[in-house]
């Protein structure tokens, strides 16, 4: 069975600051790959997508996430954070024709400090 | 807003009631998707619908647990006879058909004394 790790429960990290958010899969056939935040008593929200393509992929808000399939990471980074992006953030993958259906990691809090 | 939306935001229920969730979908998207998500977990899946057709359950629902979505737009979730062990976040997406992303509602939140 697939499943996805994210490592990190918690990362806090000062403002301005970069971050790497680590997130690693297991799956017997090709999968695509997210990343979706969660703030506060809200729904999920997709930040990013790997589909196919160019292995490094980015958000409109200046995350970037690359796919590495010899190491199935999928690790999200930003070099310089803002307050605004204290949240949950969830990596999650879909196996190829494998009926649309996320299967999550835990989550990892990024509480982003001044 | 055309967003996924769901009815209730919150939900207190005592144990052993019945309770019932309503999700709309994006009008143009054909799948729905229902997810539960306890406190310091990922969401995880329990089941979704290509139009009308319910395609896949989870064993997390369990006998209790009941999901249509009769004319293929709105979808309903019931748990009856709740226990506290149910009190978790539940999540409805939607998609148009595959390899499409996911959109979330803002979920209801369940809690059973």
């Known amino acids: ?4 790790t994210q490592l990190d429960s918690q990362v806090p990290v000062f403002e301005e600051a970069p971050v790497e958010l ?3 899969y297991s799956s017997s056939v090709s999968v695509y790959l997210f990343w979706y935040v969660q703030y506060p008593n809200q729904g999920l929200q997709l930040l990013l997508k790997y589909l196919s ?4 992929v980015e958000s409109i808000n200046g995350f970037e996430a690359e796919f590495n399939k010899s190491q199935t990471s999928f690790h999200l980074r930003k070099p310089s954070v803002h307050i605004s992006d204290t949240a949950e953030y969830f990596c ?3 196996l190829t024709g494998g009926g649309n259906k996320l299967t999550f990691g835990t989550g990892t809090q990024l509480k982003v400090e001044l | 807003d055309t967003g996924v939306s769901q009815d209730p935001r919150h939900k207190i229920t005592k144990r052993g009631q019945n309770v019932t969730f309503r999700c709309d979908p994006i009008s143009e998207h ?3 998707y229902w997810y539960r998500q306890t406190l310091g977990q990922g969401p995880e899946f329990l089941t979704y619908f290509q139009n009308e057709a319910q395609l896949e359950k989870s064993r997390l629902l369990s006998d209790r647990f009941s999901a249509e979505r009769p004319k293929g ?3 309903t979730l019931e748990i009856q006879r709740t226990e506290q062990g149910d009190s978790a976040m539940y999540l409805c997406a939607s998609s148009l058909v595959s390899d499409s992303p996911l959109h979330f509602g803002n ?4 809690t059973v004394t």
């Not at chain 1, 069975?1 to 996805?4: F, G, K």
């Not at chain 1, 393509?53 to 490094?56: A, E, K, Q, V």
């Open chain 1, 53 to 56: 393509g160019s292995t490094l």
């Open chain 1, 92 to 94: 999650a993958i879909i």
């Open chain 2, 30 to 32: 054909n799948r729905l």
């Open chain 2, 107 to 110: 979920g209801t939140r369940l």
């Open chain 1, 1 to 4: 069975a697939q499943s996805v």
């Open chain 1, 22 to 24: 680590r997130c690693n």
């Open chain 2, 73 to 75: 737009s709105f979808s």
